[in-house]
């Protein structure tokens, strides 16, 4: 598989905010939103080479415990081609946190390990055809983050949870943002309808803290 990067952060968005935690970036993502904070992870040959056993051994070398992030680029393209290892053997770290687009189910293998699902439906505002597996909306592990720019965006996201029975419990609102001014300009577009739609918002702490910084 190609790793991107390997570092020790905090989780900056969702329901682990705020955990120190090791993140794992694999390479390549077909999707390609219009608003990505990463593009630089879409190519499929960026990156290292690295074997499962080898990202879990440097991953493990930086010293955090209790909570692991794999994300992307969109890893779940890395299925039956070492995910289900990678993921298996970064539980020894701690708890392991899948953030995906939802467009793949997992395979067997890779929720027989996977502990949280953070999963980022694609609403209009990510200009893309990206249909949310039906695996999702199912399972007890997954927690769903919405990028929202303005009103319009949230009202969207209340119909898309509504339409496939999504628990609002599990639903979250996220600020589209690359920027602390534009994660606060964001965060108060939206706050009222939030609270009129009855969703949960979730800041996004390393963008507050470092803006789009690589490896934070
Ligand atoms: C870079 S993606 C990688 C995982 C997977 N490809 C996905 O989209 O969920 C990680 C998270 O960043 C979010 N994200 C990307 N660009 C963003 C932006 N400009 N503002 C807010 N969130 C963004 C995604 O929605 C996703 O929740
Ligand atoms: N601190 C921090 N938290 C994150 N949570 C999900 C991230 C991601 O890019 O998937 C991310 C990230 O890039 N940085
Ligand atoms: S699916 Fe994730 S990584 Fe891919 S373009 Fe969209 S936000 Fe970026
Ligand atoms: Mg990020």
């Avoid at 939103?33 to 190519?43: A, L």
């Avoid at 499929?44 to 992030?69: D, I, T, Y």
């Avoid at 990510?126 to 720019?149: C, D, E, H, N, T």
């Avoid at 001014?181 to 470092?210: N, Q, Y």
Wanted: net charge neutral; hydrophobic share 45%; proline share 7%.
């Amino acid at each position: 598989m190609r790793v991107l990067e390997i570092f020790a952060s905090l989780q900056g968005e969702g329901v682990n905010l705020g955990k120190p935690a090791v993140f794992v970036r694999l390479a390549g993502c077909p999707i390609r939103c219009v608003y990505c904070d990463t593009e630089y992870s879409w190519d499929f040959n960026g990156g290292v080479e690295m074997s499962p056993g080898e990202a879990v051994r440097r991953a493990e070398e930086l010293g955090v415990r209790g909570h692991v992030v794999v994300t992307g680029g969109e890893p779940l393209v890395w299925m039956r081609r070492g995910l289900e290892e990678l993921v298996c053997g970064l539980r020894r770290l701690g708890a392991v946190e899948v953030e995906t687009s939802g467009v793949y189910a997992p395979t067997p293998e890779l929720d027989a390990c996977a502990d949280f699902y953070d999963v980022s439906p694609k609403l209009s505002n990510a200009g893309v055809k990206a249909p949310l597996s039906p695996f999702y909306p199912k399972s007890p592990k997954v927690w769903f983050k919405f990028v929202v720019a303005d009103v319009a965006d949230v009202e969207e996201a209340l119909a898309y949870v509504r339409e496939r029975g999504i628990p609002l419990d599990r639903v979250m609102l996220m600020p589209m943002s690359k920027t602390p001014e534009e994660h606060a300009e964001v965060l108060r577009r939206i706050w009222d309808a939030a609270v009129r739609a009855g969703l949960r918002v979730t800041p996004r702490l390393h963008i507050v803290a470092w803006g789009n910084a690589r490896g934070k």
